[in-house]
């Protein structure tokens, strides 16, 4: 019995089984929920759906392995500075889950059908299991450090595209857009013109899930926090991309900007975004 498993179930199906139970929930949710919440701002919403997902998740993760330690949105109060001692708390703990219970709750509202399940396992800071899970397409994507990443069991890699003009390049808008929002559109004004075409669909890890799977040469964005990007961060390692702070320093749980693409492109989205002074720093 490897280190990795409780009572003969890898982690990684715990992850797996999680994620699935707690976005079909979701999905039977949509348009049927009330309790419309705003959290940080006007741009930041949050419903019972993100709530009893996160209770949901971190009963069923602590029924199995009670000893290990918890992140998840929902737990944390709003604002960069609560996250920053919450995830300080627990950053070295030997096993630390770090969970988004939906993520893309603005979709998730308007019924737009992009929103998912973040699941990442850490094991003494660094991520060793990401899970993303989107219940509408029913596409679980699935990463173990080392072993590759997958989408329903089939290998992913990153696309092929060579140069930042050949790009399919994806960002997002922050929710804590007082900060952060001009930086993003000197970002989005800078980026534009030099790649096939931007997109921005509103659900962080499935951005970056997407970047694993080759569907986006590549995506930024400022202002996130652990949970958006911990799963969708080894998503985009094990299938053979990059993935950066948008000073391009490789990601630590800490990070609050992501530069995650193919690997071709990355030091050319870095060096406009720098250039355009887009990087949120
Ligand atoms: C948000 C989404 C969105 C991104 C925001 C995130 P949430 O997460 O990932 O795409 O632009 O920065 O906060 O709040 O829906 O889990
Ligand atoms: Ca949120
Ligand atoms: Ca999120
Ligand atoms: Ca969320």
Known sequence: ???????????????INTAAKAGEWIKSKLGDYNNLDLKYSSHDLVT???????????NLLMTHIPHHSFLGEEGVEAGPEASAEALKEVRDDEYLWIVDPLDGTTNFVHGFPYYAVSIALAHKGEIIVGVVYDPTRDELFVAEKGKGAYVKG????????LKLSEGLIATGFPVDQKVNLPCNLAGIQAVAPKVRNIRTAGAAALHLAYVAAGRLTGFWEIGLHAWDIAAGSLLVQEAGGRITDTAGKPYTLEARSVIATNGSIHGELQTVLADAKATGL
């Open 48 to 58: 019972e759906v993100d709530k009893g997902s996160e209770k949901m998740i971190r």
């Open 154 to 161: 089939k290998r992913m890699t990153v696309s092929q595209e």
């Open 1 to 15: 019995k490897s280190a990795y498993t409780v009572s003969s179930k890898s982690f990684t199906a715990v992850a």
